[in-house]
């Protein structure tokens, strides 16, 4: 598989930055970040030690940020729709969120907020979340994030991936 694209999935930073700089120091330069929101402010930041752009959601604790709430992108040959997620209620399943990217004509969905990492499929949509780099809540604390490689044929694939 020839990698046209690299895709860093980070959420929640809330300002606390020890395991992304630890982070940039070990990786590829990635094409792309996503950042599924919590905090806007960290974007600048986010974006000048990666060099690379940084696209965001708002997330709850994200006020007059002037970031979308949600969208949808392409992936190679896929639809991906992002939102922080506590518009859909995420601390309690992902039904709401599924419909929506459903809706939306998505075939993966990107959110955040739990601190949780997922990768899951449910319904043909592929349910992403890359935890929380900064504060994880999930039992173990691992300082997650997602690794996504898109190809040349536009499939993709994508890992929950740890800090140490
Ligand atoms: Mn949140």
């Known amino acids: 598989m020839s990698v046209k694209k690299k895709i860093l999935i980070i959420s929640d930073t809330h300002r606390q930055f020890t395991y992304l700089e630890r982070l940039h120091e070990t990786i590829e330069k990635p094409d792309l970040i ?16 990666f060099e690379c752009d ?28 992002l939102t922080h997620g506590h518009g859909y209620s995420v601390y309690n399943g992902t039904d709401r969120l599924l419909r929506r990217a459903k809706a939306m004509g998505a075939d993966i969905a990107i959110f955040g907020h739990t601190h949780c990492p997922m990768m899951e499929p449910r319904e043909g949509v592929m349910l992403m979340n890359p935890g929380s780099i900064s504060s994880p809540r999930q039992s173990g604390r691992q300082h997650t994030y997602i690794w996504m490689e898109v190809d040349e044929n536009g499939e993709y694939r994508a890992d929950i991936r740890v800090v140490e």
């Open 34 to 49: 996503l950042h599924l929101g919590d905090v806007a402010r960290d974007q600048d930041y986010i974006q000048a030690l």
């Open 54 to 81: 940084v696209d965001m959601v708002e997330g709850n604790n994200d006020f007059f940020s002037g970031l979308p709430g949600e969208f949808t992108m392409h992936i190679g040959n896929h639809v991906a729709f």
